[in-house]
């Protein structure tokens, strides 16, 4: 009789975990992916982007950052740089396979020194990291490849349908519980929530007796310029990392996912809505926009990062009149909020429209606040213009990253047969890193079935 290994989520993590019990499972295994949004092309119908097949690095920018330390730690999981090397390798690999482009962008050369050194002026730190950049518009066609890929091993793929329990007794794994009352029993579980499954996976790990620790989470908003103004930085770095730290409280701000000539866009969470930023191969706007972030960590007596940041989003959601808030840097700094009027008589013309033009200030906490401004400001030495009064601001961008449940180096619980992996398991903050901790527990997996 065959072993059955279910697999909770359909993000990158999943997938991955997926593909390797179903290639290297040397005994008679089934493999189920539940996953609780609806396949690729219903997504793009209905611009689902947190949810479905494929993620939410599914329908994202598209750009693997192939280091095993950004985006997550790697090397923390495994032990060793090379390894976790190894395992960023190994995912480019099935990318490539599926079509994502050959074209290599690595900040390298006299132009990429230049910027060093201005960053290294502005006491900036310029993080360099190969990339690939497969775009939000080609993306569907390399995740319906790899599930092509999943459904010619026999891997099952159910979609629409969300487990609400994860069923174990004595110390170990039975299966799941569905959200139609089904119990699907299973060998083994390996589950890979992503992003919008985080508060799920705090709760069944509480439950479970598994043993978290909350991470931090990032704050801020998301930034749009003249694409003019990045082109130089882009030229040499597809998707520019810096991080720097503010004066007056000594935080830490860093960008993240730069598109260029890109288009900011709207995310709705459970009971909140926020931004994100997509940027296609085919098709350009005349702005750049990128998440600028807060890190917030907090100590006791609240330590709870993930419910901190949903009262933000509700607080701005609240003041938006649930749509994003928009704002100049300019009426920022002056203390006074932005009105359609004064956004179009701005510089750069919003890619993004179902806002509202607003103050944030009154949505972000105060020392959130001035970090930005401030690091905008110290930004602006290495990349000239992005702090000009005309600069937009969209809030709130919230980066949550789930509390990290406790595992072994093979990503087992404490529940014998009960693997986690990617971003909703607090593990890793990218496609990449999130793709690699499948992996890995896809293999802990393939390498006990039939045993």
């Known amino acids: 009789m065959a072993e059955r290994v279910i697999v909770v989520g359909a993000g990158p993590a999943g997938l991955f975990a997926a593909r390797e019990v179903a290639r290297r499972a040397e005994g008679d295994v089934e493999v189920i992916v539940y996953e609780q949004g609806p396949d690729v092309d219903e997504r793009l119908e209905k611009g689902e982007v947190m949810r479905g097949v494929g993620g939410a690095g599914g329908l994202s920018d598209g750009v693997l950052n192939l280091r095993p330390d950004v985006g997550g730690d790697l090397t923390e999981i495994v032990g060793n740089r090379r390894e976790a090397e190894r395992l960023v390798e190994y995912v480019d690999e099935v990318f490539l396979r599926h079509g994502a ?34 775009g939000s518009d080609h993306l569907p066609k390399v995740i319906k490849s790899f599930v092509r890929e999943l459904e010619d091993l ?80 882009v030229e040499v770095s597809l998707d520019p990392k810096f991080r720097l730290r503010t004066p007056t409280y000594d935080d830490q701000v860093r960008t993240f996912c730069v598109c260029h000539g890109g288009y900011v866009v ?50 701005a959601t609240t003041i938006g009149g649930n749509r994003p808030i928009l704002q100049r840097l300019g009426d920022l700094r002056r203390g006074r909020r932005s009105t359609w009027d004064r956004i179009n008589r701005s510089q750069v013309t ?67 047969g009960l693997f986690v992996a990617g971003d909703g398991a607090g593990l890793s903050r990218d496609i990449v890193n999130a793709a690699a901790t499948g992996v890995i527990a896809g293999r802990a997996v393939a390498e006990r079935v039939g045993g």
């Open 266 to 315: 709207k995310e709705t969470y459970e009971g909140f809505v926020g931004v994100n930023g997509h940027s296609y191969r085919d098709r350009k706007s005349e702005n750049t926009n990128f998440a600028f972030l807060v890190s917030v960590d907090l100590t006791e007596p609240v330590e709870n990062t993930i419910k901190y940041g949903r009262s933000i989003g509700e607080l």
């Open 101 to 134: 482009p050959r074209e290599l962008r690595e900040p390298s050369g006299p132009k990429a020194e230049e910027i060093a050194r201005r960053a290294a002026a502005a006491d900036v730190e310029f993080v360099r990291i190969p990339q690939r950049h497969i």
């Open 154 to 233: 026999g891997v099952r793929i159910v979609t629409k349908t969300r487990v609400e329990r994860i069923l174990a007794s004595e110390g170990e794994v039975r299966g799941v519980r569905l959200e139609d009352g089904r119990e699907v029993e299973a060998d083994y579980v390996i589950v890979a929530p992503g992003r919008v499954g985080a508060d799920w996976m705090i709760r069944e790990a509480k439950r479970l007796g598994l043993g978290i620790r909350y991470n931090p989470i990032d704050v801020g908003v998301r930034v749009e310029v003249p694409k003019v103004v990045m082109d130089p930085i």
């Open 350 to 416: 919003p890619t993004l429209t179902d806002v509202t033009p607003g103050d944030v200030s009154m949505a972000l906490p105060h020392r959130v606040t001035l970090d930005i401004i401030e690091g905008l400001e110290i930004l602006d030495e290495v990349i000239p213009g992005v702090a000009s009064d005309s600069t937009l601001l969209y809030a709130p961008e919230i980066k949550f990253y789930s509390a990290r449940v406790r595992t072994n180096e093979e990503l087992e619980t404490a529940v014998e």
